[in-house]
């Protein structure tokens, strides 16, 4: 191996934030971060589906069918979302998405996951809670999210007004600028 490329490996396995790449939604290689983030012991993930790291088929499902056109279209993605630790307890990211098979994206893909938090206690959120601000994030509106989780457009605006209210902002957008705070 040359220095080159053992430079290459070292940075890739020792990156401070997850990486992935897959094939098809198979797991091909991954980083240490990653498989400390997802709570597997190193290279455990190799060779399986995507799958396994979600909360729900549902939810596995739906995510795959957001970020298709896009990819098709930039070759990137990115968006945040609940993924499962091997324990099954949900965890809050950011995804960020490269396809290198821009026709059909996911063939192979390299992929970054980076954990959110929001853990005080006055600001901590509910499961729901984050469900509604990934929609939100995603820029779907109260009609689009309630369609979306079986539920009604008036309990999709009062979980975002006790989120406003939760959070001392105004807007949506001001919400969703808090998620960049480190200070919550």
Not at 39 to 65: H, K, N, P, W
Not at 78 to 107: N, Q, V, Y
Not at 129 to 154: H, M, W
Request: aromatic letters at 8%; a positive charge; charged letters at 25%.
């Amino acid at each position: 191996m040359n220095h080159e490329t053992e430079l290459s490996l070292l940075t890739f396995q020792n990156a401070p934030i997850g990486l992935v790449m897959t094939e098809n939604r198979i797991i091909r290689a991954c980083n240490a971060t990653f498989s400390k983030l997802f709570g597997y012991a190193d290279q455990a993930l190799i060779g399986q589906s995507f799958r396994m790291l979600y909360v729900t088929r549902a939810e596995f499902d739906r995510i795959r069918d957001v970020g298709l056109e896009p990819l098709k279209q930039a070759d990137d993605y990115s968006d945040e979302r609940i993924m499962r630790k091997s324990d099954g307890s949900p965890f809050w990211c950011r995804f960020r998405a490269h396809t290198l098979t821009p026709a059909d994206p996911l063939a192979r893909i390299v992929m970054s996951f980076a954990p959110m938090s929001v853990t005080t206690s006055k600001r901590a959120l509910t499961p729901r809670e984050r469900e509604i601000i990934t929609f939100l994030a995603r820029g779907l509106t109260s009609k689009e999210i309630a369609r979306s989780l079986f539920l009604s457009p008036r309990t999709i605006e009062d979980i975002r007004a006790r989120l406003l209210r939760k959070f001392e902002v105004s807007n949506t957008a001001q919400l969703l600028g808090k998620f960049g705070d480190p200070g919550l």
